[in-house]
């Protein structure tokens, strides 16, 4: 495999740095694992939580947003890592906003399914 264009600049940062951006990727993709095992548990282990149509459609959010986190997490990995080598100030990310919301919402429909099957 290629190495990327953006190892190639800048110089090496502190391996502590780079370590923690590493851990910090890891935790993304556990995060993404998460959801995506929450889809399929809800799908599988809780099929009278609400009707069929309503139940696909929280775990396929649930689905799309782990699927996104995953894919989306080597960028900012890289982004984090290329910005370290270059003594660039770290970029923001809107990512976590979209997942944060995204998350409460299928927690708080799920809390709420939950409310009303009792």
Same mark, same amino acid.
């Not at 694992?33 to 599988?44: E, K, M, N, P, R």
């Not at 996104?68 to 997490?73: I, K, P, T």
């Not at 080598?85 to 399914?113: C, D, F, H, K, W």
């Given at each position: 495999?290629?190495?990327?264009?953006?190892?190639?600049?800048?110089?090496?940062?502190?391996?502590?740095? $780079?370590?923690?951006?590493?851990?910090?990727?890891? #935790?993304?993709? =556990?995060?993404?694992?998460? +959801?995506?095992?929450?889809? /399929?548990?809800?799908?599988?282990?809780?099929?009278?939580?609400?009707?069929?149509?309503?139940?696909?459609?929280?775990?396929?959010?649930?689905?799309?947003?782990?699927?996104?986190?995953?894919?989306? $997490?080597?960028?900012?990995?890289?982004?984090?890592? #290329?910005?370290? =080598?270059?003594?660039?100030? +770290?970029?923001?990310?809107? /990512?976590?906003?979209?997942?944060?919301?995204?998350?409460?919402?299928?927690?708080?429909?799920?809390?709420?399914?939950?409310?009303?099957?009792?």
């Amino acid at each position: 495999m290629r190495e990327p264009a953006w190892r190639k600049t800048g110089s090496t940062p502190d391996y502590r740095f $780079s370590m923690a951006n590493e851990r910090t990727f890891l #935790a993304w993709v =556990r995060t993404s694992l998460a +959801l995506i095992a929450g889809a /399929l548990a809800i799908d599988q282990l809780a099929p009278d939580i609400a009707p069929a149509p309503v139940r696909i459609a929280i775990c396929v959010v649930l689905a799309i947003i782990g699927a996104g986190l995953a894919s989306l $997490s080597y960028r900012r990995w890289a982004r984090m890592e #290329a910005a370290m =080598r270059n003594n660039q100030e +770290l970029p923001y990310s809107g /990512l976590m906003l979209v997942m944060t919301v995204g998350v409460a919402i299928a927690a708080l429909t799920i809390a709420l399914l939950i409310f009303l099957a009792r």
